[in-house]
Each structure stands twice: as structure tokens, then as C-alpha cells.
Nanobody, 124 residues
Framework: QVHLVESGGGSVQAEGSLRLSCGASGDSYSQYCMGWFRQAPGKEREEVAR?????????YYPDSVKGRFTISLDNAENTLYLQMNSLAPGDTAQYSC????????????????WGRGTQVTVSS
């Protein structure tokens, strides 16, 4: 069981930056996959970053955020981060972190544990 709590959301102007944090507690997550997702009103949830902790910290980003968002992990602090740069109004959404056991060393399609989310609002 993993308990996740996000923080760091807020309002920022276009081209600004924010860093989201996700504090993890509970089970050791050495064989976990962790990710950041976002959902805007009226839109489907979208994965924006993923890190496979069990597999040499391999990361994944969709094209929509590649080069602007960076996922990282602080093992000592049990904290997952999402650094977001060059933000645009289209990045406005509720951002949530999630975790799941890897399956055969790979991230599964479905994540098991979710935080409650933090709101990011980008104004033009």
C-alpha cells in the first residue's frame, strides 16, 4: 500500500514554471512505476510523465510535454517531482501522481495508487 500526497500547484502566467511534489509513504517503492497525470474539465485524463524506479529510472514523456516537463525522484525524501517549464494555458489541469508495481520490470497500463491531486492554472 502506498499513500501519495501532491503539493506545489498554483497559478502561473504563460512561459512560467512550477514544480510539483508528490510525497510517498507506506510500502517500499523500489519496484514501482510512478507517474504524473493531468485532467482538465471536459477532457480525458492524460499521462504526462512516468518513471520506472525498478528499471534504472527509465522515464517516458508524451510529445505534448517532452522537453518542457521533467520527472525526478528523491529517494532520501521519498518524494516524486514534476518540473514544468514553458507552461501554456493548455497545461491547465488537475495534476495527480500515481504508483503501481512493475510487471515483469515494465510499467503496467493501470496504476493502483493515486493522490488527490493539485490544481495548476496557467494564464495567458
Amino acid at each position: 500500500q502506498v499513500h501519495l500526497v501532491e503539493s506545489g500547484g498554483g497559478s502561473v502566467q504563460a512561459e512560467g514554471s512550477l514544480r510539483l511534489s508528490c510525497g510517498a509513504s507506506g510500502d517500499s517503492y523500489s519496484q514501482y512505476c510512478m507517474g504524473w497525470f493531468r485532467q482538465a474539465p471536459g477532457k480525458e485524463r492524460e499521462e504526462v510523465a512516468r518513471i520506472n524506479i525498478g528499471e534504472r529510472l527509465i522515464t517516458y514523456y508524451p510529445d505534448s510535454v517532452k522537453g518542457r516537463f521533467t520527472i525526478s525522484l528523491d529517494n532520501a525524501e521519498n518524494t516524486l517531482y514534476l518540473q514544468m517549464n514553458s507552461l501554456a494555458p493548455g497545461d491547465t489541469a488537475q495534476y495527480s501522481c500515481a504508483a503501481a508495481h512493475t510487471v515483469g520490470g515494465f510499467c503496467p497500463a493501470k496504476f493502483d495508487y493515486w493522490g488527490r491531486g493539485t490544481q495548476v492554472t496557467v494564464s495567458s
